[in-house]
């Protein structure tokens, strides 16, 4: 029983172009984890407030609560990995499908007036 070989579109893009495609999602994806975890980094308080220090200071059974930022952060990466790389991705469809169109209309060959035919007469009037 032989099989068939299906043949292959002829506007599926090339390797190349998929190639750095995969890489640009990828890039964009870890940039963008990278902006996510920042962002919740510079917002998430390190060391206790000005407030909180004063009333460790008079109160002697008071101690200030640092909460850990390490879910938060890890969440701020995740969506922003997540973000980046849809939008590269949908960008990237967007090139790819355009390179298909514009592949699968070339411009047309060179008319009679390139190739040296004189003109008929039958559209000139004069």
């Given at each position: 029983m032989a099989t068939e070989a299906v043949p292959e579109h002829p506007n599926l893009p090339r390797r190349g172009p998929l190639a750095a495609v995969f890489a640009a999602i990828a890039v964009s994806g870890i940039l963008g984890g990278?902006?996510?975890y920042g962002l919740v980094a510079t917002t998430c308080p390190?060391?206790?407030t000005r407030v909180e220090r004063i009333m460790a200071e008079q109160l002697p059974r008071f101690r200030a609560q640092i909460p850990s930022c390490a879910w938060k952060e890890l969440g701020g990466a995740l969506l922003g990995t997540v973000f980046a790389?849809?939008?590269?991705?949908?960008?990237?469809?967007?090139?790819?499908?355009?390179?298909?169109?514009?592949?699968?209309?070339?411009?047309?060959?060179?008319?009679?007036?390139?190739?040296?035919?004189?003109?008929?007469?039958?559209?000139?009037?004069t």
């Open positions: 990278l902006i996510g390190q060391s206790a790389a849809l939008g590269a991705a949908t960008i990237a469809i967007l090139v790819l499908r355009a390179q298909a169109e514009w592949r699968g209309h070339a411009p047309p060959r060179a008319s009679s007036r390139e190739a040296g035919v004189p003109p008929s007469s039958e559209g000139d009037q």
